[in-house]
């Protein structure tokens, strides 16, 4: 209620107009706070492609199903050397979702600084997770210790591989995306125009890969079989050798990692020329060629960089 002294003495609407020209002001005070307001955008939810994630989903299980029944049944398991089984397909096709991933999220970040950025952070996390996982430093499930001795620590591993060729793969589509037509023209050859660094990349990967597997000469090599403690040699002296033995892509990982920073276990001792339990594991032949103690690595440099690179590339197409 007015102030009856007021309505007496007439002031009543210049009280009101007081309060009218306060409220004003307060208002006029904080223009660029409504504005903010106004101008906030609705935050839009990540859409998820959700073929992607079914099919990420089932490869998880495949990965499960020949990891856990691969030994019982050898027909799903890893093809010793030669050869294509169930469980050969895992790698692909996370590389294959890896390489799909990387074309979706790279187009929601503008800045090529930005995408640099968030690209070597994920290949750091992935190289770090990898080492600790799988270099020999947790000796889980068949016993809970840690700790690694770092002259046998192993360097690569699943997740080192997809590291490295995520990086390298979306490197080059960060630095690429935006001179690639957005509407592919007609014709036949429009979608090697488009996607023409993407080829070339594959290309030079796949050459790279046959010259160094047929050229590079490799030579007699030695190693420690640290459980037997026991050194053995490896005759090869020879180039474009596929077998086991005397492959180049062994070569090159030696040549960089060390022999004694392989993976011991290769799966190639379940060829018969290892063991009489072939297909499936067993204890090793009393006549076993050299090699068949040796370490091979499955997820080594070359594989890794040049076939699997190729691989994802022809994913982002």
Sequence with gaps: MENPKNLEEGLAHRESLGNGEKQQNEVSEH???EEKEEQQPEKQKSKRVATLDVFRGLTVVLM????DAGEAYPLINHSPWNGCRLADFVMPFFLFIVGM????ALKRVPKKRDAVRRIFSRTLKLLFW???LQGGYSHAPSDLAYGVDMKLIRWCGILQRIALVYMIVALVETFTIKHRQKILNPGHFSIFTAYRWQWLGGFISFLIYMITTFALYVPDWSFVNHDEQ???TV???MRGHLGPACNAVGHVDR???GVNHLYGGPEWRRLKACTVSAPSSGDLRDDAPAWCHGPFEP???LRSVIISTLFKMQSLI
């Design 31 to 33: 223009p660029e706070a």
């Design 64 to 67: 499960i199903l020949v990891d």
């Design 101 to 104: 991933a990387i074309a979706l």
């Design 130 to 132: 990898g080492v600790l």
């Design 230 to 232: 026991k050194r053995y």
């Design 235 to 237: 005759n090869c002296g």
């Design 255 to 257: 040549a960089v990692w």
């Design 299 to 301: 997820e080594g440099l």
